[in-house]
């Protein structure tokens, strides 16, 4: 069983940083991928980025590619998601995720595990 413990969310002005942090338990092969979701009100929930836990290989959406970058530590137990450059649109709630499969990293269907999540606020 996987276990995901979001951290690091907050309040912050546009052009501002944050860094998430998710905290993963169990077994790697259970979650050789991990994502980063987020959701805003009244919104679909999208993809932000994603690891592979084993390899290391990032993958990030277009929408947040060169502000956010996904990395995890030397032990493959903590994902980070740095956000720089943070804009009003980036409010959400943000969610990790993770999953055995390899496949499909931005499709929320995809991953069997999530966090509770940690609310981004981005004033203007």
């Known amino acids: 069983q996987v276990q995901l413990v979001e951290s690091g969310g907050g309040s912050a002005q546009a052009g501002g940083s944050l860094r998430l942090s998710c905290a993963a338990s169990g077994a790697i092969d259970s979650r050789r991928k991990m994502g980063w979701f987020r959701q805003a009100p009244g919104k679909e929930r999208e993809a932000v980025a994603a690891i592979y836990t084993l390899s290391g290989a990032a993958l990030t959406a277009d929408s947040v590619k060169g502000r956010f970058t996904i990395s995890q530590d030397n032990t493959k137990s903590t994902v980070y998601l740095q956000m720089n450059n943070l804009k009003p649109e980036d409010t959400a709630m943000y969610y990790c995720?993770?999953?055995?499969?390899?496949?499909?990293?931005?499709?929320?269907?995809?991953?069997?595990?999530w966090g509770q999540g940690t609310q981004v606020t981005v004033s203007s």
């Open positions: 995720a993770a999953d055995a499969s390899l496949l499909a990293w931005a499709e929320s269907q995809a991953y069997s595990y």
